[in-house]
């Protein structure tokens, strides 16, 4: 199928959520620069990494077709908490998540005639963990490569005792977002 846009992202997960959907596309990932300015808020993070994905996207391949990208950060209170850098930061990470509620924030950016852009932000609440879990958790491997350091659509599943919003948005891209952002630029799916 003839693509109709360009998915700015390595991510695996953002790939199923639009295979989902019957969006044809091609991938082209980026590699920003993922550093938290000083005293900048979630809400602003997440709209900023989604921006410069997008925008790095175009400044590479232009304006052939719309470019989509999505920034997901974990925040608990008004910390921010991206991807594990070991197993020291992920336990660190689960610690804080356990026995609370905290936000999932997925922030999406699409680059076509306009730039439109919207935010989806989940509640995802956990029991509360036991170092046991968090051992046996770690060495499965899924805490690596996701903000939070957890993976709502993998085993981490048992520790979800209630989500209130879009699941989707959870994992990386929240559908009903990201379909009327496409609607809203004329793209039929
Ligand atoms: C909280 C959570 C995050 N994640 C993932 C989604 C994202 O892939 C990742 C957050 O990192 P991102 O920086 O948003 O995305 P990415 O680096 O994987 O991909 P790219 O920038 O190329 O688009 O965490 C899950 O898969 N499940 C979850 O439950």
Known sequence: MTAQIILASASPRRKQLLDQIGVAYSVYAVDIDE???LGELPLAYVQRMAAEKSAACVA??????????????????????????????????????????????????????EHSQTVSITDVTFKTLTEHELERYW?????????????IQGLAAVFVESIKGSFSGVVGLPLFETGQLLIKQGIQF
């Open 35 to 37: 550093s938290v300015r």
């Open 60 to 113: 590479r391949l232009g304006h052939h077709l719309p470019i989509l990208a999505a920034d997901t950060t974990v925040v608990l209170g008004d910390v921010i908490m991206g991807k594990p850098n070991d197993k020291d930061d992920a336990l660190c990470m689960l610690r804080q998540l356990s026995g609370a509620t905290h936000q999932v924030y997925t922030a999406i950016s699409l680059r076509g005639a």
């Open 139 to 151: 060495h499965s491997g899924e805490p690596l490569d996701k903000a939070g350091s957890y993976a």
